[in-house]
C-alpha cells in the first residue's frame, strides 16, 4: 500500500470510528463512556490524522492504555 493510500485509509477509518458511535445507525453494545472514548479519539485523528495505521494504533493505544 502506498503512503499516501494508507493516509487515506486512516483518515477513513476515523470517520467510520465517528459515524458508529454518532451516525444513522450507532453501536448498541458500547456504553456512553466508552462511546465518548471511541468519539473523542476519532474527533482527534480527523484532525490530526495519522500518516499510517502503525501510528494510529499507537495513538488508539495510547488512549484506552
Same mark, same amino acid.
Given at each position: ?6 493516509? +487515506?485509509? @486512516? +483518515? &477513513? &477509518?476515523?470517520? #467510520? *470510528? /465517528?459515524? !458508529?458511535?454518532?451516525? %444513522?445507525?450507532?453501536?448498541?453494545? &458500547?456504553?456512553?463512556? %466508552?462511546? =465518548? #472514548?471511541? +468519539? @473523542?479519539? @476519532?474527533?482527534?485523528?480527523? /484532525? ?7 501510528? /494510529?494504533?499507537? =495513538?488508539?493505544?495510547? !488512549? #484506552? *492504555?
Amino acid at each position: 500500500m502506498t503512503p499516501t493510500l494508507e493516509a +487515506r485509509c @486512516a +483518515r &477513513l &477509518l476515523a470517520a #467510520i *470510528l /465517528l459515524a !458508529r458511535v454518532d451516525g %444513522k445507525s450507532p453501536v448498541e453494545y &458500547l456504553q456512553p463512556p %466508552k462511546q =465518548q #472514548i471511541v +468519539r @473523542a479519539f @476519532a474527533v482527534e485523528a480527523l /484532525l490530526n490524522p495519522a500518516p499510517d495505521f502503525d501510528t /494510529l494504533l499507537v =495513538q488508539w493505544r495510547s !488512549r #484506552i *492504555l
